[in-house]
């Protein structure tokens, strides 16, 4: 059976649900409902290297792979997390090809000749990596790229999350920036940005279980919700 490496290479569409925070249990659900990898988020959520464990422990048994975004790209972090099991990498705020050449040699470090078995995906999400993203995309041993809108937003215009034209057109020009070097990428994704997602030849969906409850809660709420009973 082909790995989330090996989809993710050959371009298929594969999602990544970020399970927001210490719930293991929400591993077995996602791996029974079709998530092709847990986002374990140790940048933005309140869990380290312990709860991480646990959760990694849960894909493992669940079979799920299991990627960790750490809270810091220090080499020594980076162990932490890929000595306790993580399928992979996620680097978050990665400014430079050095940033991102650091990256490959800790997990060069970690598996020496295995390590292509495991994942790394860098995030492009600072202005920096925007403006070197040739050269970073030209490093070996990336998988692929994860574009961060909303940390870009801020770097351009000052508020997180914002969708201004100057947003859109910055994640445009990555899109095909990335594309035209045979790359894959992709973004967060919610369901009625799919197209647009479709449109700049995203394939790596990221999505967060917390939006998974919101558009939950929202069809519950809707008028013509069936409820039965």
Same mark, same amino acid.
């Given at each position: 059976?082909?790995?989330?490496?090996?989809?993710?290479?050959?371009?298929?569409?594969?999602?990544?649900?970020?399970?927001?925070?210490?719930?293991? /249990?929400?591993?077995?659900?996602?791996?029974?409902?079709?998530? /092709?990898?847990?986002?374990? #988020?140790?940048?933005?959520?309140?869990?380290?290297?312990?709860? %991480?464990?646990?959760?990694?422990?849960?894909?493992?048994?669940?079979?799920?792979?299991?990627?960790?975004?750490?809270? %810091?790209?220090?080499?020594?972090?980076?162990?932490? *997390?890929?000595?306790?099991?993580?399928?992979?990498?996620i680097i978050p705020h990665c400014k430079s090809p050095e940033d991102a050449l650091a990256a490959t040699e800790v997990m060069r470090f970690a598996f020496g000749?295995?390590?292509? %078995?495991? +994942?790394?995906?860098?995030?492009?999400? +600072?202005?920096?990596?925007?403006?070197?993203?040739?050269?970073?995309?030209?490093?070996?041993?990336? #998988?692929?790229?994860?574009?961060?809108?909303?940390?870009?937003?801020?770097?351009?215009?000052?508020?997180?999350?914002?969708?201004?034209?100057?947003?859109?057109?910055?994640? /445009?020009?990555?899109?095909?920036?990335?594309?035209?070097?045979?790359?894959? *990428?992709?973004?967060?994704?919610?369901? #009625?940005?799919?197209?647009?997602?479709?449109?700049?030849?995203? +394939?790596?969906? *990221? *999505?967060?279980?917390?939006?998974?409850?919101? +558009?939950?809660?929202?069809?519950?709420?809707?008028? /013509?919700? %069936?409820l039965g009973g």
């Open positions: 059976m082909p790995t989330f490496k090996h989809r993710l290479q050959a371009g298929e569409r594969v999602a990544m649900v970020n399970v927001g925070g210490r719930n293991p /249990d929400i591993i077995g659900v996602l791996a029974r409902h079709g998530a /092709d990898a847990a986002f374990i #988020d140790c940048e933005r959520s309140g869990i380290g290297i312990d709860s %991480s464990a646990e959760l990694l422990f849960a894909a493992r048994a669940c079979r799920l792979p299991a990627l960790v975004r750490p809270h %810091s790209a220090a080499p020594a972090e980076l162990i932490r *997390y890929l000595d306790r099991g993580a399928d992979g990498l000749a295995a390590a292509g %078995s495991r +994942t790394l995906i860098i995030q492009i999400e +600072t202005k920096e990596a925007v403006a070197s993203l040739e050269q970073i995309a030209s490093i070996p041993g990336i #998988d692929a790229f994860l574009i961060g809108p909303n940390d870009l937003a801020w770097e351009l215009c000052g508020e997180r999350g914002a969708r201004s034209a100057e947003v859109t057109q910055a994640v /445009d020009d990555i899109c095909a920036r990335l594309s035209s070097m045979g790359k894959r *990428y992709g973004m967060p994704c919610r369901l #009625d940005e799919a197209m647009a997602f479709s449109k700049r030849g995203c +394939t790596l969906i *990221y *999505y967060s279980v917390n939006w998974l409850i919101e +558009t939950g809660l929202q069809a519950l709420g809707a008028p /013509d919700a %069936s």
